[in-house]
């Protein structure tokens, strides 16, 4: 897989399409949730993307500290296609995620609303339940913090 990372700024207007279109198959058409995606978060954020034989595949949006959670940067917006899970690449996509949250903003917590299906997925990944359950969208999260955002081994 091909990962790239651009501000909001740099994103290409097909990069662009293809991010809101796998954020709205994902998000909204299989998880059947009404929510308006276009939060105000894009423009600041930096958006990883993860592309097989030129396809956005996988995608990740990479919040700076302040702008999700006061005290953590955060990754959010995790979507692979339908058509390539069970590959590895949620995996993958995450610890490119995390490396490239260390390069970008340096070593500091990273926080994230977690499905909490999950759970257990974060949890291999370094992440730790913090706080109460609670509905994002109708669908159960749980808040998950990983200190200090270094590689994962």
């Known amino acids: 897989m091909l990962f790239l990372c651009h501000p909001f700024a740099q994103l290409s207007v097909d990069q662009l399409y293809a991010i809101l279109s796998l954020r709205a198959e994902i998000f909204v058409v299989e998880q059947r949730c009404i929510y308006l995606d276009t939060d105000g978060k894009d423009q600041d954020s930096w958006h990883l993307m993860g592309f097989d034989e030129g396809r ?14 006061p005290e953590a940067a955060s990754i959010g917006r995790v979507v692979v296609a339908l058509d390539q899970r069970g590959k590895g690449l ?3 996509l995450m610890e490119e995620s995390v490396r490239r949250c260390r390069d970008l903003f340096g070593p500091s ?3 994230i ?9 974060y949890r291999d990944l370094g992440f730790e339940p913090t706080g109460q359950r609670y509905l994002e969208d109708g669908l159960p999260h749980q808040a998950m913090v990983r200190r200090d ?3 994962s081994s």
Not at 56 to 68: D, E, F, N
Not at 113 to 121: G, I, K, P, T, Y
């Open 109 to 111: 917590d990273l926080k």
């Open 56 to 69: 956005l595949v996988a995608y990740t949006r990479l919040v700076p500290q302040g702008l999700s959670y």
């Open 113 to 121: 609303s977690a499905q909490w299906h999950l759970e257990a997925f």
């Open 90 to 92: 949620g995996k993958a």
């Open 149 to 151: 955002a270094s590689p």
